[in-house]
């Protein structure tokens, strides 16, 4: 069928001549809307180019080499997330824990990981403290230094530690920091280093290194009433855990709400959760995670195994790993986020936990109750003394507990540090069955840190490795000693 063009002449209407071909040159290749500079730079000199005929023998070339600088271009961390959930991005944790628990019940073995875990840890060698403590005349100081001990418990501890350090490098007077600066001082010889914590170097010559030794694991010592209220919640874990002689292990557990919130991570909460963790978010972190064009991907944080551990997930972990349901546990931790919901699992699989608001009175706790300092110190200090420290996320606490652990047991760490990527996969399987994930899980136990000794490399913290700086190998009489006093 032929189309017509119908133009009025002369009130009669005939057939139009039909047009002559026209010659079309192929429409230029199309590319995405250019949105950076160098985007809409390329794209336009791309244009003029292919306006030119006789480019087009190079069109090809110029097209590839265009895509390829556009690809490059392109911040692949900002793209929407692809429609499938890969292994390891959802939180599936309490499907896991309702299809494991009744075969976990039923779990009868009989050897509990606290009796067996340190069985082989000896076999590297023991160490013993080694720190010169003599004193000797001081000369005529150089000059003062002051420091401002910023952040936490453990990062002013740090703090103070490398001022002691510097200032007996230097021979000079260290003033007692003041974690709330005034400006009071007028003397022209003091050095004001804000803030310090992090600005001497891990690999620092021996005298440095000995000192800061000494402060650390010698000098530093907490408060009366703080001290006496740990030691005392030690006696009564020890009590409480009389059906393993004695021993006990320590979780130190991250789950408050502005740990989840600034973690991004997402849970199983709903809607209440999104609505807590948003308005967390904006209190603690005013725009920070609204901020144009951040996208932000759970899952992607999830499967990296930067999710903080539910209480849980902790829970399966422990099981897992051997730890029966008679295992008696400290958990150190602030105010866990949605705490009636997510201990109910935990408490449900280890009955004999306690925290140190469950180990006191309200009398005794008040006095420290609004300070997290001092709470943190209570709880630094039953974590030191148990059989067993679990640490469940990174930061200073478990930095500091881990080195302090091993100057106490002959340079043993008796930590565990779960791999959380491995963790991800392994909560990701709700089907998996309790044989198979306790293998698994024993497997994540023995490549954790429970292996002990750890001699300090040049890039290495000596508040988390001690030896060889702050210790020295035992000779085989002193180990024959150690073994017939314990």
């Known amino acids: 069928m032929h189309a017509y063009n119908r133009v009025p002449s002369s009130g009669q209407s005939s057939p139009s001549a039909p047009s002559s071909p026209r010659l079309r040159s192929k429409p230029a290749p199309r590319f995405p809307a250019p949105k950076t500079l160098p985007q809409h730079l390329a794209s336009r000199f791309l244009s003029l180019l292919l306006r030119r005929q006789g480019i087009f023998l190079f069109a090809p070339l110029i097209y590839i080499s265009a895509v390829l600088f556009y690809i490059n271009t392109l911040d692949f961390h900002s793209l929407p997330p692809p429609h499938y959930a890969p292994p390891g991005s959802v939180y599936r944790s309490p499907q896991l824990y309702a299809n494991?628990?009744?075969?976990?019940?039923?779990?009868?073995?009989?050897?509990?990981?606290?009796?067996?875990?340190?069985?082989?840890?000896?076999?590297?060698?023991?160490?013993?403290?080694?720190?010169?403590?003599?004193?000797?005349?001081?000369?005529?100081?150089?000059?003062?230094?002051?420091?401002?001990?910023?952040?936490?418990?453990?990062?002013?501890?740090?703090?103070?530690?490398?001022?002691?350090?510097?200032?007996?490098?230097?021979?000079?007077?260290?003033?007692?920091?003041?974690?709330?600066?005034?400006?009071?001082?007028?003397?022209?010889?003091?050095?004001?280093?804000?803030?310090?914590?992090?600005?001497?170097?891990f690999d620092a010559p021996p005298a440095v290194q000995r000192l800061r030794c000494l402060a650390n694991y010698e000098a530093l010592r907490f408060s009366n009433p703080i001290l006496s209220l740990g030691q005392t919640l030690v006696a009564r874990m020890k009590e409480r855990s009389a059906n393993n002689s004695g021993k006990y292990i320590s979780v130190h557990l991250r789950f408050e709400e502005d740990m989840v919130a600034f973690s991004c991570c997402i849970y199983d909460g709903g809607d209440k959760e999104k609505i807590d963790m948003d308005a967390a978010r904006e209190r603690g972190w005013r725009g920070k995670f609204t901020k144009r064009g951040k996208v932000i991907h759970p899952g992607a944080i999830r499967i990296n195994g930067k999710c903080p551990l539910t209480p849980l997930e902790v829970g399966l972990m422990l099981r897992g790993m051997g730890f029966g349901k008679s295992t008696s546990i400290y958990l150190a931790s602030g105010k866990i986020y949605d705490s009636e919901r997510h201990m109910k699992p935990l408490l449900e699989m280890f009955p004999l936990l306690q925290t140190k608001e469950m180990l006191t009175s309200y009398e005794e706790l008040a006095p420290f109750q609004n300070y997290s300092s001092r709470m943190a110190a209570i709880d630094y200090t039953v974590c030191l003394h148990s059989e067993v420290f679990v640490t469940t996320q990174g930061g200073n606490f478990p930095h500091f507990l881990l080195g302090h652990r091993r100057f106490l047991y002959g340079g043993h760490s008796r930590t565990i540090r779960p791999d959380k990527r491995k963790l991800a996969l392994l909560y990701d399987n709700p089907n998996i069955g309790w044989k198979s994930f306790k293998r698994q899980m024993l497997n994540v136990r023995a490549h954790s840190d429970s292996k002990g000794i750890e001699i300090k490399r040049p890039s290495d913290s000596l508040y988390s490795v001690p030896c060889p700086d702050c210790m020295r190998r035992s000779n085989k009489t002193e180990v024959l000693k150690s073994s017939l006093a314990t």
């Open 100 to 201: 494991l628990r009744p075969q976990m019940d039923s779990d009868n073995s009989n050897a509990d990981a606290i009796s067996t875990i340190w069985r082989n840890s000896y076999k590297g060698g023991e160490w013993r403290p080694c720190i010169d403590k003599s004193s000797r005349g001081l000369p005529e100081s150089n000059g003062y230094i002051y420091i401002e001990a910023n952040g936490g418990l453990n990062q002013q501890r740090t703090s103070i530690c490398n001022a002691v350090a510097v200032a007996g490098y230097l021979n000079a007077t260290l003033i007692i920091p003041h974690f709330h600066f005034h400006s009071i001082w007028r003397d022209p010889r003091i050095i004001r280093i804000s803030p310090f914590a992090n600005r001497l170097s």
